[in-house]
């Protein structure tokens, strides 16, 4: 059974700090890995989403990193903003079975002034 | 584009009644997926559907009931509500080939008193 750990579960830093978030697996077929915003009360935005066959994916501030053989994912925020606080979510896929996605218990971000 | 719509976004049940939560998608996607989050964790799968007339379990299906007769919709229903099933229900649905990038709805935000 794919099990996915987030550490730490909680994240304060100041403004326009460099941040790496880190997401581990068990299983190492790992088909991909997703990495989702989810801010208080709203429900769940998708930011990365990396194969099995890429090493990392870019979109902005934001880069995502996949080494299924050491079983880590790592998001890396760049000059951070007040507006990056949210709590995030990283999420694997097994091939198989319905495709289904295996969630971590996320991590609160607050970045501060 | 509309994606995946989910209604009701909020309802208060008494324990013992029942209730249908709706989800709709537009992409004619053939995976749908219902997900639990409770306060503070990270979302555990319900039940999935990877077909109409097809569902199978996920993490969590008791005291939920799932049917798939269309390719768009995927409603859940709960019967004999418990106060253990106060939370915030998601709907996803995914292609089945690709990268197979979960959508999520908006959720519903469900509390039994």
């Known amino acids: 059974k794919q099990e996915v750990t987030q550490i730490p579960a909680a994240l304060s830093v100041p403004e326009g700090e460099n941040l790496v978030l880190n997401c581990s697996f068990t299983?190492?077929?790992?088909?991909?890995l997703q990495w989702f915003r989810q801010d208080p009360g709203k429900g769940l935005t998708s930011l990365l989403l990396?194969?099995?066959?890429?090493r990392e994916q870019t979109s902005g501030r934001l880069n995502a990193s996949l080494d299924k053989s050491s079983g880590r994912s790592t998001l890396y925020i760049a000059a951070s903003q007040p507006g990056d606080s949210a709590t995030y979510l990283c999420?694997?896929?097994?091939?198989?079975?319905?495709?289904?996605?295996?969630f971590g218990t996320g991590t609160q971000l607050k970045v501060e002034l | 584009n509309a994606g995946v719509t989910q209604t009701p976004k909020f309802r208060i049940l008494k324990i013992g009644q029942s209730m249908t939560l709706q989800c709709t998608q537009d992409?004619?996607?053939?995976?749908m997926y219902w997900y639990r989050q409770d306060p503070g964790m990270g979302l555990k799968l319900i039940y999935y559907?990877?077909?109409?007339?097809?569902?199978d379990k996920g993490e969590v299906p008791n005291g939920y009931n799932v049917s798939r007769s269309t390719t768009e919709d995927f409603p859940l229903r709960l019967e004999l509500a418990a106060p253990s099933q106060t939370s915030v229900y998601f709907c996803?649905?995914?292609?089945?080939?690709?990268?197979?990038?979960?959508?999520f709805g908006p959720g519903t935000r469900l509390t039994v008193t």
């Open positions: 990396i194969q099995s066959s890429q």
């Open positions: 999420a694997g896929i097994l091939t198989g079975g319905g495709n289904k996605l295996t």
């Open positions: 996803a649905s995914s292609s089945d080939r690709g990268s197979y990038e979960q959508y």
């Open positions: 559907s990877v077909g109409a007339g097809i569902t």
């Open positions: 992409m004619n996607h053939n995976y």
């Open positions: 299983d190492s077929a790992i088909y991909n």
